[in-house]
């Protein structure tokens, strides 16, 4: 992926490789990247689920932080009745798993978190909410009058389906407005802001055909200031990162750092498929190929880190297939 060695040359003066994934943030409780960052502290569980980056990994989660809970089938979304129901909160293994986009917190006030999130490739991200009714960029959802949870691909309002999706399912103007709606998602909930905020140096009014993949420096200066103290977090304060494009790579690495089996049949199940054909998508990210979006930075980052864990902990694919047979688990491998 382009960018990666820039990020590691311009944000840190050092490549990350395993000596600096061993480096702490010092900050206090922060679950950091240290020496035993192969495997989780105990410490409580908080996900930053970003919009369209796979709810599925909440049932890997879930398993985690409520030992000997038995998930019949795979959960669309962490179901917080389904945690009191099972007694889950009784383990204190759960500072936040919960429905809904909630950013990171500036501190944690000294309480021990270990911090999960899941990046995707920023550009597929906005193709996904696109086809979910614009999903997170409240200004075009006031301006077009659309809910993101109701009637979703508009099919029961011509109108409306034709202003946002045009004839073919891609509208191209409403799909650029949208992607500098969102292009900062990630990167936002990283710094206390909600995903669709579109204001400030990082909003709406950047102009992204500016950004250099391979350079952030192409960045004006508050908004690369913003960007920097993103990517360190997703390097130095997540106690994991994977990304969506790895999909089973970030499961069998997230349930290796929980130190829980695979379950093939939950997750790696899709449990939000879009309404969207593959032709639609690939017009819609046609439409998009030329631009960089300012969460490029932030998702190669998190592929660095998912890299680096699977090198330094020694994740493959065979180990993994060993502890799930050895613990029993006969549902099959992927």
Not at 226 to 233: E, L
Request: with cysteine.
């Amino acid at each position: 992926f382009r960018g990666l060695i820039f990020l590691g040359v311009c944000f840190t003066k050092a490549a990350l490789d395993p000596s600096a994934a061993h480096a702490s943030s010092g900050k206090p409780g922060v679950h950091t990247v240290n020496e035993t960052a192969c495997k989780w502290n105990g410490a409580p569980l908080w996900w930053m689920k970003a919009p369209k980056t796979a709810s599925t990994f909440g049932n890997i989660l879930i398993r985690a932080a409520c030992p000997g809970v038995h998930i019949k089938q795979a959960l669309r979304e962490p179901n917080v009745a389904f945690l009191h129901e099972n007694n889950c909160y009784v383990h204190n293994k759960i500072a936040r798993i919960r429905p809904g986009h909630t950013p990171l917190p500036i501190s944690f006030n000294g309480k021990p978190v270990a911090i999960f999130a899941i990046f995707r490739e920023p550009i597929s991200r906005v193709v996904s909410g696109y086809f979910h009714n614009l999903h997170d960029c409240r200004s075009m959802q006031g301006f077009f009058k659309i809910n993101e949870n109701h009637d979703i691909g508009l099919f029961n309002n011509a109108s409306q389906r034709q202003h946002v999706y045009g004839t073919t399912g891609v509208e191209p103007r409403v799909l650029q407005k949208y992607a500098r709606c969102v292009s900062a998602c990630q990167t936002r909930m990283l710094l206390n802001t909600g995903c669709g905020d579109d204001r400030g140096p990082i909003g709406s009014d950047l102009d992204l055909a500016r950004i250099d993949p391979d350079d952030a420096r192409s960045l004006p200066g508050e908004a690369r200031g913003m960007v920097k103290r993103a990517v360190k977090r997703v390097r130095s304060e997540l106690a994991f990162a994977g990304v969506t494009e790895r999909f089973k790579d970030t499961v069998r690495s997230l349930a290796e750092f929980l130190s829980v089996p695979v379950l093939p049949r939950i997750d790696y199940l899709n449990t939000r498929p879009s309404w969207a054909s593959q032709e639609q998508k690939k017009a819609a990210k046609a439409v998009l190929r030329n631009t960089t979006l300012v969460d490029h930075y932030v998702y190669q980052a998190a592929y660095q880190r998912l890299a680096t864990f699977k090198r330094v902990c020694g994740v493959t694919d065979r180990r993994l297939r060993r502890r799930r047979l050895s613990r029993g688990d006969d549902r099959g491998d992927d």
